[in-house]
Nanobody
Framework: QVQLVESGGGLVQAGGSLRLSCAAS????????MGWFRQAPGKEREFVAA????????YYADSAKGRFSISRDNAKNTVYLQMNSLKPEDTAVYYC????????????????WGQGTQVTVSS
């Protein structure tokens, strides 16, 4: 049974930082590319960042470039999202997902999803 468990969300002031973690089990993590998405109330789930299985390549949404950093530790079966210079518009539930192939930005290309962690940025 595949499980992806996110943690690290919370309430932070604008300009602050948070580090999200996603612990994976039940799948060959070291051979899977992984992604982070977010969903704000009333909006569609949107791509934030992705990282290849080796960690050699990373991809970011324009909204995340220069502020967010995705990384992974294959020995710990964990993928991270470091978020700096947070803005109120970053408020959303953040999800990690295991990539199944194809375009990293499409939710349909991910096979497994976590339950999400809430990030709230106050102004």
């Amino acid at each position: 049974q595949v499980q992806l468990v996110e943690s690290g969300g919370g309430l932070v002031q604008a300009g602050g930082s948070l580090r999200l973690s996603c612990a994976a089990s039940g799948l060959p993590f070291s051979s899977r590319s992984m992604g982070w998405f977010r969903q704000a109330p009333g909006k569609e789930r949107e791509f934030v960042a992705a990282i290849t299985w080796s960690g050699d390549s990373t991809y970011y949404a324009d909204s995340a470039k220069g502020r967010f950093s995705i990384s992974r530790d294959n020995a710990k079966n964990t993928v991270y999202l470091q978020m700096n210079s947070l803005k109120p518009e970053d408020t959303a539930v953040y999800y990690c997902a295991a990539h199944g192939g194809g375009n990293y930005a499409y939710t349909s290309r991910y096979e497994y999803w976590g339950q999400g962690t809430q990030v709230t940025v106050s102004s």
